[in-house]
């Protein structure tokens, strides 16, 4: 189970570096602009937003790498607090943004969460 639960976590972490690069490098391209379903104005006037917020999937990403990197009970607490961290953006995305946030980030980081405590 602790090989599921790692290939899970390696999975939530490259789709935060995904999210990354859409918000930090590709926001106002047509690949960008394309994922979120915004304009090219929008896009423009909220470039440096999703910068920043792009910088915080990058976070989650190097979390949870962290977390499959140190192995062990160290990384089992590691990754269990960034897949929470990534399943409480999920709910808040959830609720603010679009409710496609908490079935693309929030039910990974449950799974996650799961497959890390049963393993």
């Known amino acids: 189970m602790s090989t599921l639960a790692n290939i899970v976590v390696a999975i939530i ?7 990354l ?15 979120f379903g915004t304009s090219a104005e929008y896009a423009a006037q909220t470039k440096v937003l999703a910068g920043n917020q792009g910088l915080y999937n990058g976070f989650l990403a190097a979390g949870l790498g962290w977390g499959l990197i140190l192995g062990g009970a160290e990384g089992m607490h590691v990754k269990l607090f960034f ?10 995305g959830g ?25």
Not at 13 to 19: G, I, K, N, S, T
Not at 99 to 113: F, S
């Open 13 to 19: 972490a490259l789709m935060h570096v995904w999210f």
């Open 21 to 35: 690069i859409l918000e930090m490098l590709l926001w106002d391209k047509p690949a960008g602009r394309r994922a």
């Open 83 to 92: 897949l929470a961290c990534v399943l409480v953006a999920g709910v808040y």
């Open 95 to 119: 609720l603010t943004a679009t409710r496609k946030v908490l079935w693309i980030q929030g039910l990974p980081a449950a799974i996650g969460i799961v497959l890390v405590l049963a393993g």
